[in-house]
């Protein structure tokens, strides 16, 4: 398994997806997992535990208030992310001994600030998506997802504050993607990284 983690507008997800076009590649998206097991019944209890019973409406995650919360208060944010961050890696973990053949990409925003590569084996592979910090900016504010507000420059201020700067995870990275050019020269420079992975060069 290779984690895949970056600042927020960084490109990891496009960087996941270019990846997944390759046959042997198999992407996770810790988010995407995140969200659906909220729904099941003991991360509900949990939540609303830690939080409060206003951080759902029937069985749907408030996410806004979840967001609120824990970005509010460091107790909560690390004991969330702990909790989160084994249940996924669990499930994943599953999921990857059905397919051994496979290079398991597991993309991830704080895969470094909740100590997740912990679950990886040993020698561990992490790929850091890097690119320029005002062209980060641009893409989060433009960024629009559906039901949710876009995120204000403040907000972007206080979520990046929880982050690793870029230059700490570089440092600790097996490989290192700038995604800070055009959509073409990036499809580039994912096939590097791919032969990289592998070993050799494939068409």
């Known amino acids: ?24 590649v198999f992407v996770y998206n810790t988010d995407l997992i995140w969200r659906e097991m909220m729904r099941e019944q ?3 209890d949990y939540i609303q535990f830690l939080i409060s019973e206003h951080a759902y409406v ?12 824990i970005f509010s208060d460091d107790q909560k944010r690390v004991a969330l992310e702990a909790f989160a961050g084994l249940h ?3 499930g994943i973990a ?8 496979k290079i398991h990409i597991i993309e991830n925003a704080i895969l470094f600030e909740a100590d997740v590569a912990k679950y990886f084996s040993k020698p561990r592979e992490i ?3 890097t690119c320029d910090e005002e062209e980060q900016l641009r893409r989060v504010l433009a960024r629009e997802i559906p039901g949710r507000p876009n995120l204000t420059h403040a907000q972007f201020d206080a979520r990046m504050a ?7 995870k570089v440092a600790l990275a097996t490989y290192v993607i700038d ?15 791919y032969n990289q992975i592998t070993g050799g060069n494939h068409e």
Request: hydrophobic residues 40%.
């Open 94 to 101: 599953h999921r990857a001994g059905k397919r051994p053949e």
């Open 1 to 24: 398994m290779i984690g895949l983690t970056g600042n927020m507008g960084c490109g990891k997800s496009t960087v996941a997806k270019l990846l997944s076009a390759f046959p042997d």
């Open 179 to 193: 995604t800070f050019c055009s959509l073409p020269e990036l499809e580039g420079r994912v096939k590097d990284l």
């Open 42 to 44: 003991f991360a509900r």
């Open 88 to 90: 996924i890696m669990t």
């Open 162 to 168: 929880k982050q690793w700067p870029q230059a700490k």
């Open 127 to 129: 790929i850091v998506v």
């Open 58 to 69: 029937g069985k749907e995650p408030q996410i806004g208030i979840i967001a609120a919360a």
